[in-house]
Protein backbone atom coordinates (compact mmCIF):
# COMPACT_ATOMS: atom_id res chain seq x y z
CA UNK A 1 0.00 0.00 0.00
CA UNK A 2 1.16 3.51 -0.88
CA UNK A 3 -1.64 5.83 0.91
CA UNK A 4 -4.54 5.83 2.55
CA UNK A 5 -7.53 8.95 2.96
CA UNK A 6 -10.42 8.73 5.33
CA UNK A 7 -13.44 11.61 5.19
CA UNK A 8 -16.52 11.74 7.01
CA UNK A 9 -19.88 14.17 6.65
CA UNK A 10 -19.45 17.70 8.41
CA UNK A 11 -22.60 16.97 10.84
CA UNK A 12 -21.60 15.45 13.94
CA UNK A 13 -23.60 14.73 16.54
CA UNK A 14 -23.58 13.34 20.11
CA UNK A 15 -24.99 10.03 21.14
CA UNK A 16 -27.42 11.00 23.26
CA UNK A 17 -28.62 14.10 20.67
CA UNK A 18 -29.25 11.15 18.12
CA UNK A 19 -30.87 8.67 20.64
CA UNK A 20 -33.08 11.67 21.60
CA UNK A 21 -33.92 12.08 17.87
CA UNK A 22 -34.64 8.65 17.74
CA UNK A 23 -36.83 8.72 20.79
CA UNK A 24 -38.96 10.93 19.13
CA UNK A 25 -39.36 9.62 16.14
CA UNK A 26 -39.06 5.67 15.74
CA UNK A 27 -40.50 5.21 19.17
CA UNK A 28 -42.79 8.20 19.91
CA UNK A 29 -41.74 9.35 22.78
CA UNK A 30 -43.16 6.29 25.24
CA UNK A 31 -41.50 6.05 28.58
CA UNK A 32 -40.95 2.18 27.58
CA UNK A 33 -38.95 3.39 24.77
CA UNK A 34 -36.90 5.77 26.44
CA UNK A 35 -35.76 3.34 29.05
CA UNK A 36 -34.90 1.13 26.52
CA UNK A 37 -32.82 3.43 24.19
CA UNK A 38 -30.79 4.94 27.36
CA UNK A 39 -29.81 0.76 28.33
CA UNK A 40 -28.36 0.57 24.66
CA UNK A 41 -27.38 3.90 24.54
CA UNK A 42 -25.18 3.12 27.57
CA UNK A 43 -24.04 -0.62 26.23
CA UNK A 44 -23.27 0.89 22.54
CA UNK A 45 -19.89 1.95 23.43
CA UNK A 46 -20.09 5.30 20.60
CA UNK A 47 -19.69 8.99 22.06
CA UNK A 48 -20.13 10.59 18.75
CA UNK A 49 -21.14 10.02 15.20
CA UNK A 50 -21.19 12.44 11.84
CA UNK A 51 -24.24 11.81 9.20
CA UNK A 52 -24.88 13.04 5.86
CA UNK A 53 -27.64 15.30 7.00
CA UNK A 54 -28.90 17.25 9.60
CA UNK A 55 -30.83 15.33 12.10
CA UNK A 56 -34.08 17.10 11.07
CA UNK A 57 -33.56 16.51 7.37
CA UNK A 58 -33.49 13.02 7.89
CA UNK A 59 -36.67 13.00 9.70
CA UNK A 60 -37.53 14.72 6.16
CA UNK A 61 -36.69 11.92 3.92
CA UNK A 62 -40.28 10.09 3.53
CA UNK A 63 -39.20 7.48 0.89
CA UNK A 64 -36.44 5.25 -0.34
CA UNK A 65 -36.24 7.69 -3.27
CA UNK A 66 -34.98 10.50 -1.05
CA UNK A 67 -33.07 9.05 1.09
CA UNK A 68 -30.99 6.90 -1.74
CA UNK A 69 -30.78 10.65 -3.55
CA UNK A 70 -29.47 12.00 -0.74
CA UNK A 71 -26.63 9.09 -0.26
CA UNK A 72 -25.31 9.07 -4.12
CA UNK A 73 -25.18 13.31 -3.51
CA UNK A 74 -23.03 12.59 -0.25
CA UNK A 75 -21.32 9.58 -1.44
CA UNK A 76 -20.17 11.05 -4.69
CA UNK A 77 -18.73 14.80 -2.32
CA UNK A 78 -16.73 11.84 -0.20
CA UNK A 79 -16.25 9.59 -2.96
CA UNK A 80 -14.52 12.32 -4.75
CA UNK A 81 -12.79 13.62 -1.23
CA UNK A 82 -10.85 10.29 -0.38
CA UNK A 83 -9.52 9.58 -3.67
CA UNK A 84 -8.39 12.83 -4.51
CA UNK A 85 -6.96 12.82 -1.35
CA UNK A 86 -5.56 9.55 -1.28
CA UNK A 87 -3.63 9.83 -4.77
CA UNK A 88 -2.70 13.04 -3.56
CA UNK A 89 -0.68 10.87 -0.49
CA UNK A 90 1.00 8.05 -2.82
CA UNK A 91 2.14 11.38 -5.18
CA UNK A 92 -0.33 9.46 -8.23
CA UNK A 93 -2.31 11.46 -10.94
CA UNK A 94 -5.84 9.99 -11.62
CA UNK A 95 -4.20 8.92 -14.76
CA UNK A 96 -2.01 6.52 -13.41
CA UNK A 97 -4.68 4.65 -11.95
CA UNK A 98 -5.16 1.05 -13.54
CA UNK A 99 -8.18 -0.29 -11.88
CA UNK A 100 -10.74 1.01 -8.71
CA UNK A 101 -12.62 -1.21 -6.70
CA UNK A 102 -15.29 0.28 -4.71
CA UNK A 103 -17.75 -0.92 -1.98
CA UNK A 104 -21.22 -0.23 -0.58
CA UNK A 105 -23.88 -1.17 0.99
CA UNK A 106 -26.11 1.69 1.88
CA UNK A 107 -27.44 3.07 -1.04
CA UNK A 108 -27.62 1.71 -4.55
CA UNK A 109 -26.55 3.19 -7.87
CA UNK A 110 -26.37 2.32 -11.65
CA UNK A 111 -23.46 3.26 -12.75
CA UNK A 112 -21.79 2.56 -9.58
CA UNK A 113 -19.69 4.72 -7.49
CA UNK A 114 -16.72 4.62 -9.23
CA UNK A 115 -18.00 4.59 -12.68
CA UNK A 116 -19.77 8.16 -11.80
CA UNK A 117 -16.03 9.24 -10.25
CA UNK A 118 -13.99 8.41 -13.21
CA UNK A 119 -14.44 11.28 -14.87
CA UNK A 120 -15.07 13.39 -12.40
CA UNK A 121 -11.80 12.81 -10.85
CA UNK A 122 -9.76 12.56 -14.09
CA UNK A 123 -9.37 8.87 -14.37
CA UNK A 124 -8.59 7.41 -17.36
CA UNK A 125 -11.43 6.21 -19.89
CA UNK A 126 -10.06 2.68 -19.88
CA UNK A 127 -9.52 2.27 -16.00
CA UNK A 128 -10.88 -1.22 -14.69
CA UNK A 129 -13.90 -0.92 -12.62
CA UNK A 130 -14.55 -3.28 -10.69
CA UNK A 131 -17.63 -2.35 -8.08
CA UNK A 132 -18.41 -4.50 -5.41
CA UNK A 133 -22.14 -4.71 -3.38
CA UNK A 134 -23.56 -6.89 -0.92
CA UNK A 135 -19.88 -7.73 1.72
CA UNK A 136 -21.56 -4.76 4.29
CA UNK A 137 -19.20 -4.91 6.96
CA UNK A 138 -16.87 -7.12 6.02
CA UNK A 139 -16.46 -4.96 3.04
CA UNK A 140 -13.32 -3.16 3.54
CA UNK A 141 -11.87 -5.89 4.48
CA UNK A 142 -13.09 -7.76 1.18
CA UNK A 143 -11.94 -5.06 -0.76
CA UNK A 144 -8.26 -4.72 0.49
CA UNK A 145 -8.05 -8.88 -0.74
CA UNK A 146 -9.61 -8.20 -4.13
CA UNK A 147 -7.43 -5.33 -4.35
CA UNK A 148 -3.98 -7.71 -3.79
CA UNK A 149 -5.70 -9.94 -6.28
CA UNK A 150 -6.16 -7.78 -8.76
CA UNK A 151 -2.16 -6.53 -8.19
CA UNK A 152 -0.94 -10.08 -8.32
CA UNK A 153 -2.31 -10.40 -12.17
CA UNK A 154 -0.72 -7.02 -13.23
CA UNK A 155 2.44 -6.54 -10.98
CA UNK A 156 3.55 -3.46 -13.12
CA UNK A 157 -0.12 -1.42 -11.90
CA UNK A 158 -1.16 0.38 -9.17
CA UNK A 159 -5.22 0.03 -8.23
CA UNK A 160 -7.25 1.89 -5.51
CA UNK A 161 -10.03 0.94 -3.34
CA UNK A 162 -12.92 3.10 -2.65
CA UNK A 163 -15.17 2.41 0.21
CA UNK A 164 -18.06 4.86 1.11
CA UNK A 165 -20.64 3.90 3.64
CA UNK A 166 -23.87 6.48 4.35
CA UNK A 167 -25.43 4.33 7.33
CA UNK A 168 -28.05 7.02 8.56
CA UNK A 169 -29.72 7.32 5.15
CA UNK A 170 -30.62 3.65 5.10
CA UNK A 171 -31.84 3.64 8.65
CA UNK A 172 -35.53 3.17 8.59
CA UNK A 173 -37.46 5.43 11.15
CA UNK A 174 -40.21 3.82 11.64
CA UNK A 175 -39.23 0.29 12.01
CA UNK A 176 -39.57 -0.35 15.88
CA UNK A 177 -37.63 -3.43 16.01
CA UNK A 178 -35.07 -4.02 18.15
CA UNK A 179 -32.51 -4.96 15.18
CA UNK A 180 -33.68 -1.47 13.82
CA UNK A 181 -32.77 0.44 17.45
CA UNK A 182 -29.27 -1.26 18.25
CA UNK A 183 -28.62 -0.49 14.46
CA UNK A 184 -29.75 3.44 15.53
CA UNK A 185 -27.43 3.25 18.28
CA UNK A 186 -24.22 2.16 16.69
CA UNK A 187 -24.03 2.94 12.85
CA UNK A 188 -22.31 6.46 11.12
CA UNK A 189 -21.13 7.47 7.94
CA UNK A 190 -17.91 7.61 6.13
CA UNK A 191 -15.49 6.89 3.22
CA UNK A 192 -12.00 5.46 2.72
CA UNK A 193 -9.56 5.33 0.17
CA UNK A 194 -6.49 3.24 -0.52
CA UNK A 195 -3.90 3.07 -3.48
CA UNK A 196 -1.54 0.37 -3.73
CA UNK A 197 1.18 -0.69 -6.32
CA UNK A 198 2.32 -4.18 -7.83
CA UNK A 199 5.22 -5.84 -7.19
CA UNK A 200 6.98 -4.68 -9.87
CA UNK A 201 6.25 -1.07 -8.48
CA UNK A 202 7.24 -1.68 -4.76
CA UNK A 203 9.74 0.78 -4.49
CA UNK A 204 6.80 3.47 -4.52
CA UNK A 205 4.96 1.62 -1.43
CA UNK A 206 5.37 3.33 1.78
CA UNK A 207 2.70 1.05 4.01
CA UNK A 208 2.11 -2.39 4.50
CA UNK A 209 2.16 -5.21 1.93
CA UNK A 210 -0.75 -6.86 1.21
CA UNK A 211 0.40 -11.26 2.17
CA UNK A 212 -2.32 -13.01 2.01
CA UNK A 213 -6.21 -13.21 2.50
CA UNK A 214 -8.83 -15.38 3.43
CA UNK A 215 -12.37 -16.04 3.55
CA UNK A 216 -14.57 -17.75 5.85
CA UNK A 217 -18.71 -17.79 5.00
CA UNK A 218 -20.71 -19.70 7.70
CA UNK A 219 -23.49 -22.26 6.52
CA UNK A 220 -27.52 -21.33 6.92
CA UNK A 221 -26.66 -17.94 8.24
CA UNK A 222 -28.59 -15.44 5.84
CA UNK A 223 -30.90 -14.20 7.52
CA UNK A 224 -28.10 -13.13 10.72
CA UNK A 225 -27.00 -10.37 8.97
CA UNK A 226 -27.94 -8.01 6.07
CA UNK A 227 -30.85 -6.00 4.87
CA UNK A 228 -34.56 -6.88 4.23
CA UNK A 229 -35.09 -5.07 0.78
CA UNK A 230 -38.11 -3.98 -0.19
CA UNK A 231 -40.49 -0.94 -1.40
CA UNK A 232 -39.24 0.44 2.11
CA UNK A 233 -35.83 0.53 1.36
CA UNK A 234 -33.23 -0.97 3.42
CA UNK A 235 -34.36 -2.54 6.56
CA UNK A 236 -31.57 -3.94 8.67
CA UNK A 237 -31.33 -7.44 9.86
CA UNK A 238 -29.22 -7.79 12.52
CA UNK A 239 -29.38 -11.21 15.14
CA UNK A 240 -28.37 -11.45 18.52
CA UNK A 241 -26.68 -14.34 17.94
CA UNK A 242 -23.82 -12.31 15.66
CA UNK A 243 -20.97 -12.38 18.94
CA UNK A 244 -21.67 -16.06 19.22
CA UNK A 245 -20.94 -16.76 15.57
CA UNK A 246 -17.82 -14.62 15.67
CA UNK A 247 -16.70 -16.47 18.89
CA UNK A 248 -17.73 -20.28 17.24
CA UNK A 249 -16.24 -19.43 13.96
CA UNK A 250 -13.23 -16.86 14.16
CA UNK A 251 -10.84 -18.86 15.34
CA UNK A 252 -10.82 -21.53 12.47
CA UNK A 253 -10.38 -18.60 9.84
CA UNK A 254 -7.54 -16.90 11.32
CA UNK A 255 -5.86 -20.33 12.32
CA UNK A 256 -6.22 -21.36 8.67
CA UNK A 257 -4.78 -18.31 7.26
CA UNK A 258 -1.92 -17.74 10.06
CA UNK A 259 -0.99 -21.57 9.56
CA UNK A 260 -0.43 -20.99 5.64
CA UNK A 261 2.98 -18.76 7.04
CA UNK A 262 3.46 -20.21 10.06
CA UNK A 263 2.31 -18.03 12.58
CA UNK A 264 0.28 -17.80 15.86
CA UNK A 265 -2.07 -15.00 17.49
CA UNK A 266 1.03 -14.70 19.54
CA UNK A 267 3.05 -12.88 16.73
CA UNK A 268 0.72 -10.74 15.34
CA UNK A 269 2.29 -7.05 16.08
CA UNK A 270 -0.95 -5.34 15.15
CA UNK A 271 -4.64 -6.38 15.20
CA UNK A 272 -7.05 -4.61 12.69
CA UNK A 273 -10.60 -4.82 13.35
CA UNK A 274 -13.57 -4.17 11.82
CA UNK A 275 -15.33 -2.18 14.93
CA UNK A 276 -18.73 -4.03 14.64
CA UNK A 277 -20.07 -3.06 18.86
CA UNK A 278 -18.83 -3.75 21.81
CA UNK A 279 -20.23 -7.40 22.29
CA UNK A 280 -18.80 -8.42 18.63
CA UNK A 281 -15.27 -7.44 19.70
CA UNK A 282 -15.09 -9.05 23.38
CA UNK A 283 -16.42 -12.44 21.66
CA UNK A 284 -12.96 -11.54 19.09
CA UNK A 285 -10.82 -11.02 21.84
CA UNK A 286 -11.58 -13.71 23.63
CA UNK A 287 -11.77 -16.20 20.53
CA UNK A 288 -7.98 -15.12 19.84
CA UNK A 289 -6.66 -14.80 22.78
CA UNK A 290 -5.98 -10.92 22.35
CA UNK A 291 -3.70 -9.23 25.23
CA UNK A 292 -5.80 -6.23 26.41
CA UNK A 293 -5.61 -3.20 24.34
CA UNK A 294 -5.02 -5.21 21.42
CA UNK A 295 -8.09 -3.50 19.55
CA UNK A 296 -7.77 -0.01 21.46
CA UNK A 297 -7.77 1.76 18.00
CA UNK A 298 -11.16 -0.43 16.90
CA UNK A 299 -12.66 1.11 20.60
CA UNK A 300 -11.45 4.18 20.20
CA UNK A 301 -12.86 4.34 16.41
CA UNK A 302 -16.36 3.09 17.37
CA UNK A 303 -16.26 6.10 19.85
CA UNK A 304 -15.48 8.67 18.13
CA UNK A 305 -17.43 7.84 14.92
CA UNK A 306 -19.64 4.69 15.32
CA UNK A 307 -19.38 1.45 13.17
CA UNK A 308 -19.02 2.90 9.76
CA UNK A 309 -19.88 -0.45 8.31
CA UNK A 310 -17.18 -1.04 5.29
CA UNK A 311 -15.45 1.89 5.77
CA UNK A 312 -14.44 1.24 9.64
CA UNK A 313 -11.55 -1.07 9.46
CA UNK A 314 -9.88 1.18 7.10
CA UNK A 315 -10.37 4.11 9.46
CA UNK A 316 -8.55 2.04 11.78
CA UNK A 317 -5.87 0.86 8.87
CA UNK A 318 -5.14 4.54 8.60
CA UNK A 319 -4.78 5.38 12.07
CA UNK A 320 -2.32 2.65 12.52
CA UNK A 321 -0.39 3.65 9.94
CA UNK A 322 0.62 6.79 11.93
CA UNK A 323 2.32 4.62 14.28
CA UNK A 324 3.35 1.14 12.64
CA UNK A 325 4.72 -1.77 13.91
CA UNK A 326 8.54 -2.36 13.28
CA UNK A 327 9.52 -3.34 9.46
CA UNK A 328 8.90 -6.94 9.04
CA UNK A 329 6.25 -7.76 11.85
CA UNK A 330 3.20 -8.91 10.31
CA UNK A 331 -0.21 -7.65 11.85
CA UNK A 332 -4.20 -8.98 11.07
CA UNK A 333 -6.98 -7.25 9.20
CA UNK A 334 -10.47 -8.52 10.12
CA UNK A 335 -13.77 -7.80 9.39
CA UNK A 336 -17.23 -9.57 9.66
CA UNK A 337 -20.19 -9.06 7.79
CA UNK A 338 -23.23 -10.57 6.03
CA UNK A 339 -23.31 -13.94 4.51
CA UNK A 340 -22.14 -14.69 7.93
CA UNK A 341 -18.88 -14.10 5.84
CA UNK A 342 -15.69 -13.52 7.91
CA UNK A 343 -12.89 -11.95 6.17
CA UNK A 344 -9.26 -11.72 6.66
CA UNK A 345 -6.45 -9.70 5.56
CA UNK A 346 -2.73 -10.86 6.52
CA UNK A 347 0.19 -7.52 6.25
CA UNK A 348 2.97 -7.14 7.04
CA UNK A 349 4.73 -3.68 8.12
Same mark, same amino acid.
Given at each position: ???????????????????????????????????????????????????????? +??????????????? *?????????????????????????????????????? %???????????????????????????????????????????????????????????????????????????????????? %?????????????????????????????????????????? $??????????????????????????????? +????? $???????????????????????????????????????????????????????????????????????? *??????
Amino acid at each position: MTAIATAVPPHRFAQEEIMNFLAGTTLGRSATGAVMLRKIQSNAGVDARHFARPLE +ELRALTDFTDANRAW *LDTALELGEQTLTEALAQAGARPEDIDAVISTTVTGLA %VPSIEARLAHRVGLRPDVRRIPLFGNGCAGGAAGLARLREYLLGHPDHTAVLLSVELCSLAYQLQDTSMANIVAGSLFGDGAAA %VVAVGAERSHDASGPELLDSHSYLVPDTEEVLGWDIGSHGLR $ILLAPEVPALTAEHLPKAVYDLLGRHALTPG +EIATW $IVHGGGPKVMSAFEQACSLPPHALAQTRKSLADKGNLSSASVLHVLSTTMNSPAPTGAPGLIAAMGPGFAIE *LVLIRW
